[in-house]
C-alpha cells in the first residue's frame, strides 16, 4: 500500500486534502510540522511528502535538507504548497530539494497530476478507472 504524508500547520488545509487523496490502497498520513512529518518519515517511509511551504519549528524548505541528510529519507519526493509567489520563496523550495513547487489554492486535478508524476500514485479519478476486458 503507498503512503502520502501530508503536512501543513492548517488542520483545515490537511482535512481538504485529505478529501483530495482519499482513494483505497493508499494511506494518508498528516503531520503538523516539518519535526512531527520527519518523525513521521523516520517511522513509516511515505512513498511522498506534500508540505506547507511555512510552518512553525521547521518549515518546508527545512523538512526537504533534514530528508536530504539522512540516506534512507532522500529519496522521498517532497511537494512545496505554498501561496508565496515570488521568485525567491520558490527559488529556496528547489534548492532545498523540493521536486515541485504548487501554488495555493490548489485545485484536485493539479494535485492529482502531481502525486501521479511524482510517485506513480493514481488518485482521484485515474485511480478509479477501471480496465475492461
Do not use: F, W
Amino acid at each position: 500500500m503507498k503512503t502520502i504524508l501530508l503536512v501543513d500547520d492548517s488542520k483545515v488545509t490537511r482535512e481538504l486534502l485529505k478529501v483530495y487523496l482519499i482513494v483505497k490502497d493508499v494511506r494518508v498520513l498528516d503531520a503538523r510540522d516539518g519535526i512531527e512529518a520527519l518523525e513521521i518519515a523516520r517511522a513509516e517511509r511515505p512513498d511522498l511528502i506534500l508540505c506547507d511551504l511555512r510552518m512553525p519549528r521547521l518549515d518546508g524548505p527545512g523538512l526537504c535538507r533534514a530528508l536530504e541528510a539522512e540516506p534512507a529519507l532522500r529519496d522521498i519526493p517532497v511537494i512545496i504548497l505554498t501561496s508565496n509567489r515570488d521568485d525567491e520563496s520558490l527559488r529556496l523550495c528547489r534548492e532545498a530539494g523540493a521536486r515541485d513547487v504548487l501554488l495555493k489554492p490548489i485545485g484536485p486535478h493539479i494535485l492529482h497530476d502531481a502525486v501521479q508524476r511524482h510517485a506513480g500514485i493514481a488518485v482521484g479519478l485515474a485511480s478509479m478507472q477501471t480496465t475492461r476486458p
